[in-house]
């Protein structure tokens, strides 16, 4: 019998913290560098190895906590980190809990927190793997001002979340895009870092090749995949939206069904669309340390605008005063 919180944490309510996948995708899937394979394969025979170490080599009566496997997949957008995590979980033959950090977070002050407290005890009952994606969201550095709430919150949601690790025995994977935005404290707790790089011209000219049906997708005669590696630096989610455009626009042209073919042209209309988007999504948003760059031009607008209303502010102040003190004098001299 399925017990209330996982019903809770699973169902179709007004917040949804945790998805159940049931993994399919095996590390043969995912086409990834050299490097990040091995630290893959390294990650997976400590967790296979977890019970010898603890149990019968006896580090578990010396470590009552901090047993759990935690492990960080960092890397760009689209490199595979997702993916792998389901891999993970079907190599190990459990089931995957994702945690949406836009689906834990609450309005309602305190609740945040208790939402990551249940989405541990659900990876509990149900002897699953917890992925946090776009972890750095939730375990970003702490607020040292602590003045807000909000900076109330989201520190106590870092110090329970460390907690729960801390106690946690099973395995948890954070997914990120920025690790440099976690808080330091979680650096003893996580065990492995697995780097996500892009990939190379060998590894993406095979992510092109597994993105199509190799029985039905109509390729025309003058597709090379190996020259779109080269020529396109992308990583292997935006290859996959390539091949989708690409695939699109050969399917809308004029003709019978029959007689359309997706030639080597869509592939790089497809390609050249999806990276002009991506410089669109990165102009002037951050700086190359990563962190926000603030435009200037926008800086002095906002500041142009609040003097004008501290301006506006004070003559009407002032105004209001003068009229108060004409009242104040004509009440006097009648």
Known sequence: ??????????????????????????????????????????ALAEVRNHALIFHRWGLGERHASGRGLVFNFAGPPGTGKTICAEAIAHALDKKLL???????????LGETPKNIVAAFRAAVEQNAILLFDEADAIAMRRSAGNRLPQDRENNLTVNVLLRELETFNGIVIFATNLAANFDRAFERRIRTHVLFEMPGVEERARIW????????????????????????????????NAVIKAAAGAASEAGPDLGKHIFQRHFESAAQEVLA????????????????????????????????AVLAALVLAGCALVVALLALALVMFR
């Open 209 to 240: 090749q597994l993105q199509i049906h190799g029985k039905k997708t109509p390729l025309a005669p003058d597709v090379d995949f190996r020259e779109l590696a080269q020529r396109y630096v992308m990583s292997g989610g935006d290859i996959k």
């Open 277 to 308: 988007a991506k410089a669109i999504m990165q102009q002037s948003l951050f700086a190359d340390n990563g962190t926000a760059a603030p435009d200037p031009t926008i800086a002095w607008q906002m500041l142009g605008r609040w003097r004008t």
């Open 98 to 108: 994702v945690v949406d950090y836009a689906e834990a977070e609450s309005m309602w």
């Open 1 to 42: 019998m399925t017990s209330p919180l996982i019903s809770l944490l699973t169902s179709l309510g007004t917040r949804r913290v945790v998805k159940a996948v049931t993994p399919e995708r095996t590390l043969a899937d995912v086409v990834l560098p050299p490097q990040t394979r091995r630290t893959l394969e390294q």
